[in-house]
């Protein structure tokens, strides 16, 4: 697996991965249609949101963005092709978005995670520290902390 810097040229791309992702678990057409404006990556948000993608086999396997100022950021996108989904490709990129962030001087990333998502986060180290209100579905999604101190890149 390869991790690299994204490119603001495949901002559609990785969009179109996001969208197939959250459709994957079970989302309808109406839903995805409501939460499109906050899955889209737009090609000026690339290199500022720190985008970093996984390459799977010469494949785009997933993408993570990373937004903020130090010392508290948010992972705003982390999604993984349902393809690639159980090759490690979330660990690596959230390994990896950990220690570029605690080199960039960040202590922690806030994580709105998808209820389903949560476990995965939970198990990556992060804390549940409330809910919050997504605007885009008005349902409540688990509020996540995740300190970036010890980069997990071996967990």
Same mark, same amino acid.
């Given at each position: 697996?390869? $991790?690299?810097?994204?490119? &603001?040229?495949?901002?559609?791309?990785? %969009?179109?991965? $996001?969208?197939?992702?959250?459709?994957?678990?079970?989302? *309808?057409? !109406?839903?995805? !249609?409501?939460?499109?404006?906050?899955? %889209?990556?737009?090609?000026?948000?690339?290199? #500022?949101?720190?985008?970093?993608?996984?390459?799977?086999?010469?494949?785009?396997?997933? =993408? =993570? %963005?990373?937004?903020? =100022? #130090? &010392?508290? /950021?948010? +992972?705003?996108?982390?999604?993984? *092709? #349902?393809?690639? +989904?159980?090759?490690? =490709?979330?660990?690596?990129?959230?390994?990896?978005? %950990?220690?570029?962030?605690?080199?960039?001087?960040?202590?922690?990333?806030? +994580?709105?995670?998808? &209820?389903?998502?949560?476990?995965?986060?939970?198990?990556?180290?992060?804390?549940? +520290?409330?809910?919050?209100?997504?605007?885009?579905? /008005?349902?409540?999604?688990?509020?996540?902390?995740?300190?970036?101190?010890?980069? $997990?890149?071996?967990?």
């Amino acid at each position: 697996m390869d $991790i690299r810097a994204g490119r &603001p040229q495949e901002a559609a791309e990785l %969009t179109e991965l $996001i969208l197939r992702s959250k459709a994957h678990w079970g989302y *309808d057409a !109406a839903f995805l !249609a409501r939460c499109r404006p906050a899955l %889209t990556l737009h090609e000026d948000q690339v290199e #500022p949101h720190r985008t970093l993608v996984a390459e799977l086999d010469g494949r785009v396997a997933g =993408v =993570v %963005t990373v937004t903020g =100022v #130090p &010392p508290e /950021g948010e +992972i705003d996108l982390l999604f993984i *092709d #349902p393809w690639a +989904i159980g090759h490690g =490709v979330g660990r690596a990129l959230v390994g990896h978005a %950990t220690a570029a962030a605690a080199a960039e001087g960040f202590e922690s990333l806030l +994580i709105e995670s998808d &209820p389903q998502a949560e476990p995965f986060y939970l198990r990556m180290g992060a804390v549940r +520290i409330g809910e919050q209100v997504s605007p885009a579905t /008005g349902r409540a999604l688990p509020l996540l902390r995740l300190g970036v101190s010890a980069p $997990i890149l071996d967990r």
